[in-house]
């Protein structure tokens, strides 16, 4: 069993930053790529960063050069700072971490991120 708690969401204005944090226990093995994930009302979830085992990363077209996702591997944690955010980044973060031998997906609770303009 995996669980992911994450923290660090909270209300900001346009053009400040957060960091959100996400800490995974459990039977973690065959790591394969951690991140985030997030979802505005009315609209599909979508992957914002992650990063995989070897230690690339990817980003969406949209958080490039704002957004940087960092991995603890001691601490199984990640972090996605977040900086210069816009209202459109308002969203439900979600973790997402995929391992196993068998990849499975975990997802974390979630965590809100408001923007205000």
């Known amino acids: 069993q995996v669980q992911l708690v994450e923290s660090g969401g909270g209300l900001v204005q346009a053009g400040g930053s957060l960091r959100l944090s996400c800490a995974a226990s459990?039977?973690?093995?065959?790591?394969?790529?951690m991140g985030w994930y997030r979802q505005a009302p009315g609209k599909q979830r979508e992957l914002v960063a992650r990063i995989f085992s070897g230690g690339s990363t990817n980003y969406a077209d949209s958080v490039k050069g704002r957004f940087t996702i960092s991995r603890d591997n001691a601490k199984n944690t990640v972090y996605l700072q977040m900086n210069s955010l816009k209202p459109e980044d308002t969203a439900v973060y979600y973790c997402h971490l995929k391992c196993g031998w068998v990849p499975l997906d975990y997802w974390g609770q979630g965590t809100q991120v408001t923007v205000s303009s």
């Open positions: 459990g039977s973690i093995f065959n790591f394969n790529a």
